[in-house]
């Protein structure tokens, strides 16, 4: 099993409902990446909620349970999560994204690492709007 530590900075807002500021993690034996998950429609056909980037949020992370219990993984393992979103992704979506965020991550004891929000002309679809990747540890 993974040691897990965090570190949070006195000059940073503490943002500890949603992601922490830094992990040291130490002694795991396994690597997961889960990279460039979005809101797909079974056929690939495009996104499941056009133009709704919280519905999209919502949608991405019941299937990110899916893949972290099919490799075996538990939330726990999470130590890393990266947020790609397109540029039309309003400032008025960000609470209810975070909001989502925050409700997936709520049972975890130590929340993932956050990385650098990134802002993007187009994802793989144009009616997605949202994308996630993880990086889980054991």
Known sequence: ?????????????????LFSWGLRVAKFEELYFITGLADMADDGSGARFPGNPVAQTE????????????????????????????????????PGIYAAWEAFVAPMKI??????????????????????????AR
């Open 1 to 17: 099993m993974a040691e897990i530590q965090v570190y949070r900075p006195d000059n940073l807002p503490d943002m500890s409902k």
């Open 59 to 94: 949608s991405v992370l019941e299937r990110m349970d899916q893949f972290i219990r099919e490799a075996g993984f538990e939330r726990e393992h999470i130590i890393r999560m990266e947020w790609t979103f397109r540029k039309d992704v309003q400032e008025s979506d960000y």
């Open 111 to 136: 929340k993932p690492a956050g990385g650098t929000l990134r802002i993007v002309d187009r994802l793989a679809a144009p009616d997605i709007m949202v994308e996630y990747e993880l990086l889980l």
